[in-house]
């Protein structure tokens, strides 16, 4: 009897010190969720508004490109970090008015967007599509 206990003995710090790591993963996990869900919503409001900056603008001028300019100065006043692409980035349906923004931004994580297979998580991408109003 007391060899077993003689080979028990660490068993309830072990446990403890494991039960702390998991607790300290899910911890990080809850902070790095947040701040991606908190990124989507930021981006998704700065390319609505960039949006419908562009449908005014291509209401007043009619001209694509001075729409799309637009649009891009209104996510650069909103946020200097949220990356505009080259490509993509602002289309303009001339026949319904209705404008395409696209942007991305990385959302700030502990975990996330250091690991090779959670790295897409933090990587937002959005696509706003907002058209003149029919008031």
């Known amino acids: 009897m007391h060899a077993r206990l003689r080979s028990e003995t660490g068993m309830m710090g072990k446990l403890v010190i494991v039960w702390l790591l998991l607790l300290a993963l899910m911890c990080v ?3 790095d969720t ?3 869900m908190f990124t ?3 981006v998704a409001d700065a390319a609505s508004r960039a949006a419908s900056a562009g449908v005014d603008a291509y209401a007043r ?5 001075s729409a799309c300019e637009e649009a891009a100065t209104a996510i650069r006043a909103e946020d200097d970090t949220i990356k505009i692409p080259k490509k993509g980035f602002c289309t303009v349906d001339p026949q319904t008015g209705r404008i395409t923004i696209t942007v991305k931004k990385t959302a700030h994580t ?3 967007g250091h690991l090779s297979f959670t790295k897409h998580y933090a990587q937002v991408v959005h696509t706003e599509t907002v058209g003149p109003s029919s008031v």
């Open 29 to 31: 996990s809850a902070v």
């Open 34 to 36: 947040f701040s991606i």
């Open 40 to 42: 989507t919503f930021h």
């Open 61 to 65: 001028t009619g001209s694509a490109p």
């Open 110 to 112: 502990f975990l996330a």
